[in-house]
């Protein structure tokens, strides 16, 4: 019997209507398009705007999207992973709103939290139910609104990220297609550098810890910056070097669109030549949980079955990791 892989038979993206561009940051906080655009390559980011809005309101289009491409009903998916870092609460987990919403009755979920590395995790997590047999179609989803951590005073931050949400679905294959390697990884020591200081059972919420601005994401870009350039570029030329591909085998470069920097020096730790590599930070900026797979949705039309595409991603934790997929379609 041939080996099962989880390969990857459908892929939708959903970014909000609202575009929050460089110059009119420049209103809000002591920045310029300039400055923005030369230190990160982002000119523009989405935000979702409303009352009463939450990151399941980006998976619901997204999904019901991809839903419809593949031609299945939402009864059909047996498990969802929801990687966030913004859920809609505490708890219950954000994926089994996400399948109350979308009528997924027949559906078990949870979230996975592991910042911007989440749908690198999430994806390598999935595979594994797939692989084993325990399930034939699988959800994962990547989505934050980081508008709602985000303190648009503090311009190390607020210039970066961005709201929007991007699935894939999978399904067992046994003709050589899908996630076929995939390496995690991860040093807790990192979190001094990216976190959100309260909020959690460390610091609970008190009028003390929101008149700090404690409840916003924190960074500190040069550390981050520094672990980034090196890690995401080391694992994605590891898991490349694990399965003997060279840059001429390799479709298409995947990266976390965190900073144009890091995907720069990622691009050349791996060879893949800069016509390869997936690009959208200028119109998204980093949207966490959401880069990789709306990457995946925008350039689907491009993807050829068989292609190898390396996913890279780094994130607060800290956390890294990559995976080789071979396209299925």
């Given at each position: 019997m041939n080996k099962i892989h989880a390969a990857v038979t459908a892929?939708?993206?959903?970014?909000?209507?609202?575009?929050?561009?460089?110059?009119?940051?420049?209103?809000?906080?002591?920045?310029?398009?300039?400055?923005i655009t030369s230190r990160t390559g982002i000119k523009e980011r989405r935000i979702l705007k409303g009352e009463g809005l939450a990151t399941s309101d980006l998976a619901v289009p997204a999904v019901e999207g991809l839903l419809?491409?593949?031609?299945?009903?939402?009864?059909e998916i047996e498990l969802i992973i929801f990687c966030t870092t913004t859920p809609d609460m505490p708890f219950p987990a954000t994926a089994n709103i996400l399948a109350d919403k979308i009528g997924a009755k027949n559906a078990w979920g949870y979230d996975l939290q592991a910042a911007c590395s989440g749908?690198?995790?999430?994806?390598?997590?999935?595979?594994?139910?797939?692989?084993?047999?325990?399930?034939?179609?699988?959800?994962?989803?990547?989505g934050d609104k980081m508008s709602a951590i985000v303190n648009y005073k503090d311009r190390a931050t607020c210039i970066i990220f961005g709201d929007g949400c991007g699935a894939v679905l999978l399904e067992p294959d046994t003709e050589g297609y899908g996630v076929i390697d995939s390496i995690c990884k991860s040093d807790g020591s990192g979190r001094a550098f990216l976190h959100q200081k309260a909020g959690g059972s460390?610091?609970?919420?008190?009028?003390?810890?929101v008149d700090a601005n404690e409840h916003y994401a924190y960074q500190e870009g040069q550390a981050v910056f520094k672990f980034a350039v090196t890690n995401m570029a080391d694992v994605a030329a590891e898991v490349m070097e694990r399965n003997s591909l060279k840059a001429d085998d390799i479709a298409w470069l995947v990266p976390h669109q965190a900073n144009k920097r890091i995907i720069d020096a990622t691009a050349n730790r791996t060879g893949v030549s800069a016509d390869k590599v997936i690009i959208n930070i200028e119109r998204y900026g980093?949207?966490?949980?959401?880069?990789?797979?709306?990457c995946l949705w925008e350039w689907e039309s491009k993807f050829k079955k068989g292609d190898n595409l390396i996913l890279a991603a780094f994130g607060g934790g800290f956390t890294w990791g990559s995976i080789y997929l071979k396209w299925a379609y």
């Open positions: 892929v939708n993206g959903y970014v909000p209507d609202y575009v929050l561009t460089n110059h009119e940051l420049e209103t809000l906080v002591e920045t310029n398009d300039e400055w419809k491409k593949r031609g299945i009903s939402a009864e749908f690198i995790f999430g994806l390598a997590t999935g595979a594994q139910f797939i692989e084993s047999g325990k399930h034939t179609k699988v959800l994962v989803v990547g460390l610091r609970p919420a008190t009028h003390e810890t980093n949207t966490t949980n959401g880069t990789i797979p709306l």
